[in-house]
């Protein structure tokens, strides 16, 4: 019997592969359907800072305007149940998968700076998430705002949630930092159990015709799963925090390259909003006759063997490569 086990923000996991954030964990019956096709946890859609700082803004505004007291001013307003609705839903979801399923539940906070918001992570744990996500997106378009302040906003946010609840913590990260590992060490040393590399960034297009510039949301390819498999394979061993990839695992491939390079987990979405929730199956078939056929018996026996640590030449993952790969391209005919 093939030992897929693995361990991730001290959870033990029947396998390494998780549903990331997205419309596929929003309800409990979708939450329902991952567990039975064979994902061994799940992470609930992102609720915002942005939405968490409105919301207690608005409730503020409008109780300092009418009335001194707090209890009272619940009677003036009662748009009071509107505040809580966006939070009030996301611990009704958490509470109803805790509920309903067996695997484990990560809830998913998004946002970019410390705040009085953070104190929402409180109200996740108390609602039951085994561990919480937190999603540091973030676009700076300041040009007086440095790069050291935004990776000290990200720090101090993570010891922020640290302060404010007892459970682990995963920090998902963007790939465009100047030096990723410099920055995974402070998050490291900051508490964070583990980081999930990478965000993507949604670019938006533009419109010629309209002069317009749209949002556009594309589903992942599997070329994008390079990058991360290069961090990984640097990160591994350097931080204590466990390692998990997103972005463009879509294939037993894919997960196993993943685990290689040093990842505990390998999340996955956009294979499956593409060809459906029964790609997690047909992945876990294909990963256990793969590893059949290699002689593996388990998952943690091949974690890390494609790390920087272990590869007997490391520099393809090194500055060596750029020169040795651009070099090793071969003009055709066909190119002028
Ligand atoms: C429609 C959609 C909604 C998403 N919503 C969230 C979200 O709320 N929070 C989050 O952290 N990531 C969100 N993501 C990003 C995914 O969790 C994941 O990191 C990304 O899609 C890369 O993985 P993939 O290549 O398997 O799709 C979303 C992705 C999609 C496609």
Known sequence: MMDLSTEYLGLKLKNPLVVSSSPLTES?????RLEDAGAAAVVLPSIFEEQLTLESNALDRDISRGTESFAESLSYFPAYEDYRQGQDSYLGLLRGAKSR????IIASLNGATAGGWVRFAKEIEQAGADALELNTYSLVTDPFVSSLAVEQGIVELVRQVKQHTQLPIAVKLSSQYTSIPHLARQIDEAGA???VLFNRFYQPDFDIENLDVIPRLTLSRPEELLLRLHWIAILYGNVRAALAV??????AEDVLKAVMAGAQVAMTVSELLARGVVQLTSIQVDMVDWMEEHEYRSIDQMRGSLSRRSVPDPSPLERGNYIKTLSS????????
């Open 246 to 251: 997103t972005g463009g695992v879509h294939s």
């Open 193 to 195: 159990d583990a980081l």
């Open 329 to 336: 391209y071969t003009l055709r005919p066909a190119g002028f």
């Open 101 to 104: 399923c067996s695997f484990p």
């Open 28 to 32: 409990v019956e979708n939450i329902l």
